[in-house]
Each structure stands twice: as C-alpha cells, then as structure tokens.
C-alpha cells in the first residue's frame, strides 16, 4: 500500500466516479472510501484474496483485494486507487487490481457514498450485454482449450 506522495510532481490522475464505470475498461483511477471487508480467502497458488466494497457518492461496487492489500484497507478508509480493471461478475461489474496498480490512503470517515447505485448488484448489467459476456468467455475458453492450455 502506497502511503506517500502522488505519481510524481504536479502528478494528478483523473479520478473516474463509480457511476461512469463500464464493462471492460482498464486502468482506472479511483477517490473512494472503504465501506465493507469481505472474509480473505486462499487460492490454490496461496495468494490472499478478498471482497471489498468500495464507495463514492456516485455509487458502490466490490473489488478484489489481493495479498498485502486484504490486511492494509480498513472500513472507512479513503483511499486512491490506481490501475484497476472493470470485469464482470454474476451479471454485475466488480473491479479488480492490474498489476501495476496500487492503493495509497489518503484519509479516513470523510467521503460521502450513494449506496443506492450498486454495480456489484447482481442483474445490474442487463441480460443482452450478460448473454455476450457469456458468449464471449465460452469462446476465450474454447480458444484457449484448442490451443493445448498454454
């Protein structure tokens, strides 16, 4: 978790609000605050992982937390977030963490959040853009199937 100053000097990333947040889109810059910590969990490869509802006042979503990240954030810490990626979970948007991305605390308990717009809702993305996520991962599996699983 990155504690310390902004990306370089005069750096200012442009913070994208939850609401304007679509399938697919990458490299992501969020001001949110933390509102929920789900169980951590271990993968098979012993990596942690863990739910984490995040809000802004435009909306709340889950993201996934991976290792040092699932023991730093706490409820009611407002944070950065840089680099993350909007994928699809049960018919819903959730966020997860690029490689590169990072977290960094800016503060605590002062960020107002509308709870009444949750993307991580499951049915938030409508069944037609659903169908072709579906259609989409079964042919990215296929593929990868027929190339031998490399």
């Known amino acids: 978790m990155n504690n310390g100053a902004p990306n370089g000097p005069g750096s200012r ?5 939850i609401n304007e947040l679509k399938l697919n889109m990458k490299n992501i810059n969020l001001h949110v605050i933390v509102l929920e910590l789900g169980a951590i969990r ?3 490869s012993t990596n942690e992982v863990r739910t984490v509802t995040i ?3 435009t909306g709340i979503i889950n993201m996934s937390v991976w290792n040092e990240y699932c023991h730093l954030v706490k409820p009611m810490d407002v944070i950065k977030i840089r680099g993350a990626v909007v994928t699809p979970h049960k018919q819903s948007l959730t966020l997860s963490m690029a490689k590169a991305g990072d977290i960094t605390k800016v503060g605590e308990y ?3 959040v509308n709870d009444t717009i949750n993307l ?3 049915g938030f993305l409508p069944p ?3 169908a072709q996520v579906q259609i989409d991962e079964d042919a990215r599996k296929k593929s990868y199937a027929n190339r031998g699983g490399d």
């Open 13 to 17: 990333d442009p913070f994208t609000k």
């Open 42 to 44: 271990r993968t098979m």
């Open 55 to 57: 809000g802004d006042y």
């Open 110 to 112: 002062v960020l107002a």
């Open 120 to 122: 991580s809702q499951e």
């Open 128 to 130: 037609d853009v659903w």
